[in-house]
């Protein structure tokens, strides 16, 4: 047990030795075998310049850039390269926010407070939509219309039939984070603006990089603010512009509809707050360091790392159809890979694969969709591409030995049959007391068989049942 507050002060190098091993825990950062979570370009120096940015502006609050116009530059610079990257135009704006839930939250935000006289407002969104959304309707009471993909892309008919008069906004993804396919947004966002419905496009996962791809030669629709009817959309700067996690941007197709955005308040004895994003104390630390990480690899560096990740994506689709007991799931277009099982148990793979080095990401059963394990592609990728083959026929040829895990003997589960108690015995029986978390098929599996208010419950409990101090 770590002390955090210990009777007397701690020197730093002990600290820093403490932390570094702490961390040893973890999974790695770098070296291309951790497909999701992080975001790796492989450049040389490129993390010592962020964290040499990151020094110079980490105490400057971004609460008041009057008193801080340095971070007011840098935002306005990031904004404006997302905006000529995305298909903006002289009246875009934006904001520069801490990620991509909160640009979302802020976006289902303006597009609710511009409409004070609906009553109960509604969200629209396919199914393949990100959780994100479900999260900002449930913050802001919005209903969310939930619609169902065809195949594995929005569909223009279903989601323009599901606008209503209470509608304030309708999104999709460019592309989706579970299988990296780009929704059709020409037809959405002409269905949205004919009923005079705000769009939103979720380029959260991939805004940084489709440009590039495409620049590249690949095939893909257009997607961006040039699009008619878009009037929002939503790019990571801490995925694939490669730069440390804290920040996102979010722009507007003018002023007038990020207006409402905004909030200020003057009906109190202190200052007058006016906040664009959700945040009020700002560190300008994450801002810089993004500043400084985009200004570094610059335009033809996107295209160099976007050329990196597309051969990347190539070798592992090949290696997985290449590979009996597992197919790919949906077409590696972008820089996702995504595959589902062909006789392999998915879950107990994707634990073979961990024990070979390769972390993967289990996405669970829902509505027609089938298991299927993510796989994001960074550039960093492309060095340990070709490695992936052999380790992910040798896994599949374990996991096909193994077997899917038996399920355990447990009583249908409803929410509110999760208990503290009841989580704390399934950790225990699951063999996560220890805090090992390298097999987690049996936890998958559980989980892949209940209902997701189920899940939800599973995991919200178990997680409430790690987050607990040991107070002395
Ligand atoms: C990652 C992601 C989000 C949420 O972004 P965070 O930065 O994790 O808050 C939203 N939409 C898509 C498509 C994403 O990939």
Known sequence: ???????????????????????????????????????????????????AAHALSYQVNGLDPTAFPSLLAMENALVAAAARLLGGGAETVGSVTSGGTESLILAVKAARDAHPEIEQPRLVVPSTAHAAFAKAAHYLRVELDVVPVKGLAADPEAMAAAISRDTVLVAASAPSYAHGVIDPIPELAAA???????????????????????????????FDLSVPGVTSISVDLHKYAYAPKGVAVL???????????????????????????ISSTRSGGPIAAAFATLRN????????????????????????????????????????????????????LADELAARGWHTQPQMAYADFPATLHLTVTAAVRETAEAFGPDLEAAVAAAKA?????????????????TPELIAGLAEGLGLGGGDFSRMAMVNTVLNASPPAVREALLAGFLSHLQRPVIQ
């Not at 603006?193 to 095939?219: E, M, N, S, T």
């Not at 197709?253 to 200020?264: G, I, K, M, N, S």
């Not at 193994?402 to 999760?418: F, S, W």
């Open 192 to 222: 949205a603006a004919g009923q005079g419905v705000r769009f939103h496009v979720d380029a959260c996962f991939g805004g940084w990089i489709l440009p590039y791809l495409r620049r590249l030669g690949a095939d893909l629709p257009p």
């Open 297 to 348: 690899i610059g335009d033809a560096g996107y295209l160099d790392l976007a050329a990196r990740t597309r051969e990347a994506v190539t070798i592992l689709a090949a290696a997985v159809t290449a590979t009996d007991g597992v197919r790919l799931y949906a077409p590696a277009s972008t820089s996702v890979v995504c595959l589902a099982s062909d006789g392999a148990d998915l879950f107990v």
């Open 1 to 51: 047990m770590i002390d955090a507050l210990p009777e007397k002060g701690v020197p730093g190098d002990q600290v820093l030795a403490e932390l570094r091993e702490l961390r040893g825990a973890d999974l790695p950062t770098h070296g291309g075998q951790l497909f999701a979570y992080v975001y790796d370009p492989a450049r040389p120096g490129l993390d010592a310049l962020a964290v």
């Open 251 to 277: 722009l507007h197709a003018t002023e007038e509809l990020r207006r409402p955005q905004y909030f200020a308040y003057a009906d109190w004895p202190g200052y007058t707050m006016v906040n664009p994003v």
């Open 402 to 418: 193994r077997g899917p895990v038996p399920v355990p003997e447990l009583p249908p589960l409803t929410p509110e049959m999760i």
